[in-house]
């Protein structure tokens, strides 16, 4: 019973971790309809500027904030200067649907370039504010301690703060509007490039928080070269389809998962199934249902 629950915790923890990626990856593409694959590289220049942050002030509350609106920033450059040129130039032709996602890749290898010549490529550290050890139930240790659940917690305000941004808000119908019908929404005063470049950007910050919490839920080290953020990227995308990619309630729901599924895999069938399971879960879930569990199916057309 008490490796079932154990189980079920890591599932959460590791879900709620994804869910962060994959609401930013939704967001971009709530906002521009592209799959933003540089996302990983996004995270972990935003996870630089928080252990910055970590170095002069120690604190944090303090880098968490100031890794947000580093990503919010880096994410609002790259739509401004590379991706508004590039949909533009590639917006007619057989190559205007997949040019910007090619290009995201390279912009993926642009960024670590860019950090390792910048950090170089030694291991430097974060700490997180509170303990990871494991409340205690008896002479046990659950694996969910305080950082954890800050983690979890962080998550689920995002989503609904994000959540409401998106259906509550003038903002966030004007981004549905731009990624759907980019020209009607100019001939309804909306300003498309900027409210692009507003999507880009929460995303820029949505992906700091996943970069940070993902290295402070590990063991604090993290290089230009990490693994965890590549897989952090590949899970996202995955929670993020799993979950529907028009949906950020879909998105946390993916993600947590897509955690548990991994989880229970690793736990009770074979570690060495760590890499496999995950497109597995893909693979089912475009099979049963392919827009996802939270998407809405396709009105057919005639």
């Known amino acids: 019973m008490f490796q079932l629950l154990n189980t079920i915790l890591i599932g959460i923890t590791a879900g709620a971790i994804y869910s962060l990626m994959a609401i930013s990856i939704v967001l971009v593409w709530r906002s521009t309809r592209v ?12 996870t630089y500027f928080g252990y910055e942050a ?15 609106v580093g990503g919010a920033g880096i994410a ?7 991706m508004r040129l590039l949909v533009k130039r590639s917006s007619t032709g057989p190559m205007a649907a997949v040019a910007p996602i090619i290009a995201t890749l390279g912009l993926l290898g642009l960024i670590k370039g860019i950090i390792s010549s910048i950090w170089g ?18 002479d046990k240790t659950l694996a969910f301690s305080p950082l954890k659940l800050l983690t979890l917690c962080t998550v689920v305000a995002l989503m609904l ?3 409401v941004l998106f259906q ?22 909306v300003k498309v490039d900027f409210v692009r ?23 604090g080290a ?53 890499f496999i399971a995950p497109f597995v879960i893909l693979l089912i879930i475009l099979f049963v249902r392919p827009q996802g569990i939270l998407g809405v199916k396709a009105a057919r057309r005639a």
Not at 76 to 82: N, P, T, W
Not at 121 to 137: C, F, K, M, Q
């Open 35 to 46: 799959i933003n694959f540089a996302q990983a590289g996004m995270a972990l220049l935003s």
């Open 54 to 68: 970590m170095v002069h002030f120690n604190s944090f509350w303090i880098a968490l904030p100031v890794a947000m």
């Open 76 to 82: 609002a450059l790259i739509e401004l200067v590379f």
């Open 121 to 138: 490529g030694a291991d430097v550290r974060l700490v997180g504010p509170v303990t990871n050890v494991g409340y205690s139930i008896g």
């Open 161 to 163: 703060l994000l959540t």
């Open 168 to 189: 509550k808000s003038n903002i966030g119908l004007s981004l549905r509007a731009s990624a759907y019908s980019p020209e009607i929404a100019r001939l309804s005063g």
């Open 197 to 219: 470049t507003l999507g880009w950007s929460l995303a820029g910050a949505a992906g700091a928080v996943a970069g940070m919490f993902q290295t402070v839920n590990g063991n």
């Open 222 to 274: 993290f290089s230009p070269e990490s693994i965890e953020f590549a897989l952090l990227l590949i899970s996202g995308f995955i929670a993020a389809v799993i979950g529907g990619l028009e949906s950020l309630v879909g998105a946390v729901v993916g993600g947590l998962v897509l955690g548990l599924v991994i989880s229970f895999v690793l736990m009770y069938i074979s570690s060495s199934l760590f």
